[in-house]
Protein backbone atom coordinates (compact mmCIF):
# COMPACT_ATOMS: atom_id res chain seq x y z
CA UNK A 1 0.00 0.00 0.00
CA UNK A 2 1.43 3.18 -1.12
CA UNK A 3 1.60 5.99 1.53
CA UNK A 4 2.57 9.45 1.56
CA UNK A 5 4.86 10.76 3.40
CA UNK A 6 5.42 14.50 4.73
CA UNK A 7 8.04 16.29 6.35
CA UNK A 8 9.34 19.90 7.60
CA UNK A 9 6.66 20.82 9.81
CA UNK A 10 7.87 22.36 13.06
CA UNK A 11 7.44 25.26 15.63
CA UNK A 12 8.29 28.86 14.25
CA UNK A 13 7.37 32.42 15.40
CA UNK A 14 5.33 34.77 13.43
CA UNK A 15 6.66 36.03 10.18
CA UNK A 16 8.88 32.75 9.93
CA UNK A 17 9.13 30.17 7.06
CA UNK A 18 8.62 26.54 7.52
CA UNK A 19 8.57 24.25 3.86
CA UNK A 20 6.86 21.00 3.52
CA UNK A 21 7.51 18.43 1.46
CA UNK A 22 5.06 15.03 0.74
CA UNK A 23 6.69 12.43 -1.86
CA UNK A 24 4.76 8.56 -2.15
CA UNK A 25 6.52 5.86 -0.75
CA UNK A 26 6.22 3.80 -3.79
CA UNK A 27 5.42 4.37 -7.23
CA UNK A 28 1.81 5.83 -8.29
CA UNK A 29 1.12 6.72 -11.34
CA UNK A 30 -1.48 9.04 -13.57
CA UNK A 31 -1.04 12.23 -10.90
CA UNK A 32 -3.40 14.17 -11.92
CA UNK A 33 -3.88 16.88 -8.74
CA UNK A 34 -1.43 17.54 -5.90
CA UNK A 35 -2.59 19.40 -3.06
CA UNK A 36 -2.04 20.44 0.68
CA UNK A 37 -4.84 20.65 3.68
CA UNK A 38 -4.35 21.52 7.12
CA UNK A 39 -6.55 21.12 9.68
CA UNK A 40 -6.64 23.24 13.21
CA UNK A 41 -8.14 21.85 16.13
CA UNK A 42 -12.10 22.69 16.58
CA UNK A 43 -12.26 23.46 12.36
CA UNK A 44 -13.00 21.16 9.43
CA UNK A 45 -10.39 20.38 7.02
CA UNK A 46 -9.65 22.88 4.77
CA UNK A 47 -7.77 23.61 0.96
CA UNK A 48 -4.49 25.27 1.43
CA UNK A 49 -3.30 25.14 -2.03
CA UNK A 50 -3.23 22.91 -5.16
CA UNK A 51 -1.50 22.12 -8.15
CA UNK A 52 -2.75 20.34 -11.47
CA UNK A 53 -0.23 18.14 -13.53
CA UNK A 54 -0.33 20.74 -15.92
CA UNK A 55 0.99 23.24 -13.25
CA UNK A 56 -2.06 25.28 -12.87
CA UNK A 57 -2.40 26.69 -9.28
CA UNK A 58 -4.88 27.26 -6.78
CA UNK A 59 -4.64 28.78 -3.32
CA UNK A 60 -6.85 29.61 -0.49
CA UNK A 61 -7.80 33.53 0.11
CA UNK A 62 -5.90 33.54 3.29
CA UNK A 63 -2.63 32.42 2.47
CA UNK A 64 -1.99 33.84 -1.39
CA UNK A 65 0.72 35.99 -1.58
CA UNK A 66 2.61 34.29 1.46
CA UNK A 67 2.41 30.26 0.39
CA UNK A 68 3.82 28.31 -2.94
CA UNK A 69 3.11 25.40 -3.94
CA UNK A 70 5.13 23.64 -6.08
CA UNK A 71 5.73 20.21 -7.63
CA UNK A 72 8.87 18.08 -8.72
CA UNK A 73 7.58 15.53 -11.48
CA UNK A 74 10.60 13.00 -11.89
CA UNK A 75 10.28 12.55 -7.61
CA UNK A 76 6.25 13.05 -7.69
CA UNK A 77 7.00 15.05 -4.73
CA UNK A 78 4.74 18.23 -3.72
CA UNK A 79 6.29 21.28 -1.99
CA UNK A 80 4.74 24.09 0.19
CA UNK A 81 6.81 26.81 0.96
CA UNK A 82 5.38 29.00 3.69
CA UNK A 83 6.56 32.40 4.43
CA UNK A 84 5.27 35.48 6.74
CA UNK A 85 3.41 32.48 9.03
CA UNK A 86 0.62 34.06 11.36
CA UNK A 87 -0.34 32.34 14.33
CA UNK A 88 -3.68 31.44 13.07
CA UNK A 89 -1.62 29.44 10.19
CA UNK A 90 -1.39 26.57 13.08
CA UNK A 91 -2.71 23.27 12.25
CA UNK A 92 -1.89 19.77 10.86
CA UNK A 93 -1.04 20.24 7.44
CA UNK A 94 -1.83 16.93 5.47
CA UNK A 95 -0.91 16.11 1.49
CA UNK A 96 -3.20 14.85 -0.86
CA UNK A 97 -2.52 12.97 -4.46
CA UNK A 98 -4.99 12.30 -6.73
CA UNK A 99 -4.14 10.02 -9.70
CA UNK A 100 -5.94 7.40 -11.26
CA UNK A 101 -9.07 7.55 -10.07
CA UNK A 102 -7.80 7.31 -6.18
CA UNK A 103 -6.86 9.53 -3.56
CA UNK A 104 -4.04 9.63 -1.06
CA UNK A 105 -3.32 11.35 1.94
CA UNK A 106 -0.34 11.80 4.04
CA UNK A 107 -0.31 11.36 7.83
CA UNK A 108 -0.02 15.00 8.41
CA UNK A 109 2.61 17.31 10.20
CA UNK A 110 2.12 19.61 12.42
CA UNK A 111 3.11 23.10 12.05
CA UNK A 112 2.81 25.54 15.13
CA UNK A 113 3.32 29.18 14.79
CA UNK A 114 3.64 31.15 18.37
CA UNK A 115 5.59 33.67 20.03
Known amino acids: QVQLVESGGGSVQPGGSLRLSCAPS????????MGWYRQAPGKQRELVASITSGGSTNYADSVKGRFTISRDNAKNTVYLQMNSLKPEDTAVYYC?????????WGQGTQVTVSS
Open 26 to 33: GSIFSIVA
Open 96 to 104: KFEAAGRRY
